[in-house]
């Protein structure tokens, strides 16, 4: 079973893109782990790997996706102390599908990155609110969803308009007619 799809050339350009997204993933965790690096909104950072993940998602197939997803979910589990497993496995299912999605059924447009980062981090977060807050039944609900979750929601939400933008420019040269306004 091939992962990585075709032979010759687009292996190459797909093995040098996945280094390169391993190579963000790993900088841009370290960068938000860092204390008093970047700027925080109602006691929230961004979350920059999740941001970067509609990149991937939006550029790559769904089983390049899964496994990116995989590997930050377990970033998320050892940085957030929940259970092992929890985030990766969430992660990993929303990446496949939504990378399927994007690769056979739309256009890769920013319109379409606004779209998919909204879906995605707002699923991403109402999911983790209801596995790690509403089903153990802590209090004070609403004020945990709106200045917890909703903030970093759009918080990161900011970050992966950036980060599409930015690896689009990367992967021009790799693959042509990869952006398109």
Same mark, same amino acid.
């Given at each position: ?8 050339? $687009? ?5 040098? &893109?996945?280094?390169?997204?391993? +190579? !963000?993933?790993? *900088?841009? @965790? ?24 509609? /990149?991937?998602?939006?550029? !790559?197939? /769904?089983?390049?996706? =899964?496994? *990116?997803?995989? =590997?930050?979910?377990?970033?998320? $589990?050892?940085?957030? $102390? ?10 990993? %299912?929303?990446? @496949? *599908? ?8 739309? &256009? &890769?447009?920013?319109?379409?990155? *606004? ?9 991403? @977060?109402?999911?983790?609110? %209801? ?6 039944? @802590?209090? $004070? ?9 909703? /903030? =970093? ?6 970050f992966a308009q950036v980060f599409y933008l930015l690896? +689009? ?5 790799? &693959?042509?007619?990869?952006? /398109?306004?």
């Amino acid at each position: 079973m091939v992962i990585l799809g075709g032979g010759g050339m $687009d292996k190459k350009q797909t093995i040098f &893109r996945c280094i390169i997204y391993t +190579a !963000e993933m790993v *900088f841009f @965790y370290v960068v938000s782990q860092m204390p008093n690096f970047l700027p925080s909104v109602v006691g929230h950072k961004p979350n920059l790997v999740l941001a970067l993940l509609v /990149s991937v998602i939006l550029s !790559e197939g /769904s089983r390049i996706s =899964a496994g *990116f997803g995989m =590997a930050c979910g377990f970033l998320f $589990d050892i940085g957030l $102390d929940v259970f092992v497993g929890l985030n990766a496995i969430l992660l990993c %299912v929303l990446c @496949y *599908f939504f990378g399927g999605l994007c690769n056979y059924y739309l &256009r &890769r447009t920013f319109v379409t990155c *606004f779209m998919v980062s909204i879906v995605f981090i707002s699923l991403f @977060y109402h999911i983790q609110f %209801v596995l790690l807050y509403l089903i153990p039944g @802590y209090g $004070d609900i609403y004020y945990a969803y709106i200045f917890h979750y909703v /903030s =970093a929601m759009f918080y990161s939400f900011i970050f992966a308009q950036v980060f599409y933008l930015l690896n +689009a420019a990367l992967c021009f040269k790799l &693959r042509k007619n990869y952006l /398109s306004f």
